[in-house]
């Protein structure tokens, strides 16, 4: 199904509840569906940063916020945030909005959520956009210790607990004020914080894939979209660079080095919507989508 650009806008807002969770959404726009999957402690709103490109470009897209995250509830019980549970939360959303199949674009937590789902079900996935992923295979939970801390100072003191919490020492220096007002931005849309921090504690110890050979299987058009470690080392490099490997036919996309430093284009969604829209022109949705 080709789209249409300059298709009518219109917003919906949407509810789906499955396994005890109810997940909160939005779609906006008509035509083969591009579903926006968001990282680790952020929300729907902050994949694109609001670029509303893609509608213009004649796609439904589609975002959610994850279980605990955002508007949506949080999960029955504490260890519930795996990549199980949240690549059984995109199902159940594209079920609900009879979407059969879609462009699917994460960024860290929602880049390996889309990883996971493709690998489970090949054919309700029309192309992947692999924002900044930070999952190592070969790695035992190299992050859980920093996230427990920042899970434990958004129990103890809430915003101001998380931000004494991070560390913001590896950020250059004319970037950090910018990404605290970012970091506390987007925490203090959270409804259920006590589910952030919860998720912080099992996310990093899941793992949506055992060992970076089984990418090998994935068939569809895929970017991969990475930063360089001078300005997010959290997600590095050299691992994006092995997951481009791993997935057959797929295309890496990185800044230019400096210096100057330039701002990663995961932070800007106007550059990261131009790839997404690139992507999806070379999806396949087939019918329904």
């Given at each position: 199904m080709a789209p249409s650009p300059g298709a009518q806008r219109a917003v919906s807002d949407f509810e789906v509840s499955t396994r005890g969770v109810t997940l909160s959404g939005e779609h906006i726009g008509e035509g083969p569906a591009v579903v926006l999957l968001h990282g680790l402690t952020a929300t729907r709103r902050y994949v694109v940063m609001g670029s509303r490109l893609l509608e213009r470009a004649g796609y439904r897209v589609i975002g959610y916020d994850a279980r605990g995250h955002g508007r949506s509830t949080p999960a029955p019980a504490r260890g519930e945030?795996?990549?199980?549970?949240?690549?059984?939360d995109l199902e159940a959303v594209l079920d609900?909005?009879?979407?059969?199949?879609?462009v699917l674009a994460g960024a860290s937590m929602g880049a390996l959520t889309a990883l996971r789902f493709a690998l489970l079900h090949p054919e309700r996935v029309a192309a992947l956009g692999v924002v900044t992923p930070a999952y190592d295979p070969t790695a035992p939970s190299p992050s859980a210790q920093e996230r427990d801390a920042l899970a434990e100072g958004l129990r103890s003191a809430g915003v101001e607990g998380f931000l004494a919490a991070y560390d913001f020492t590896n950020i250059p220096e004319q970037w950090r004020k910018t990404v605290e007002t970012v970091v506390r931005q987007r925490l203090s849309l959270h409804e259920h914080p006590e589910a952030v921090a919860d998720a912080?504690?099992?996310?990093?110890?899941?793992?949506?894939?055992?060992?970076m050979a089984e990418l090998a299987t994935i068939g569809v058009p895929t970017v991969v979209v990475a930063s360089r470690d001078e300005v997010d080392p959290s997600h590095p490099l050299a691992l994006a660079q092995a997951y481009a490997?791993?997935?057959?036919?797929?295309?890496?996309s990185v800044e230019e080095g400096g210096p100057p430093l330039r701002s990663p284009i995961a932070w800007q969604g106007g550059q990261l919507s131009k790839?997404?829209?690139?992507?999806?022109?070379?999806?396949?949705?087939?019918?329904?989508?």
């Open positions: 945030y795996g990549y199980e549970q949240l690549a059984e609900a909005l009879g979407v059969r199949r879609a912080l504690e099992v996310v990093p110890r899941s793992r949506p894939f055992t060992e490997r791993a997935i057959p036919g797929a295309t890496l790839l997404l829209r690139e992507l999806a022109s070379q999806a396949d949705f087939g019918d329904g989508a």
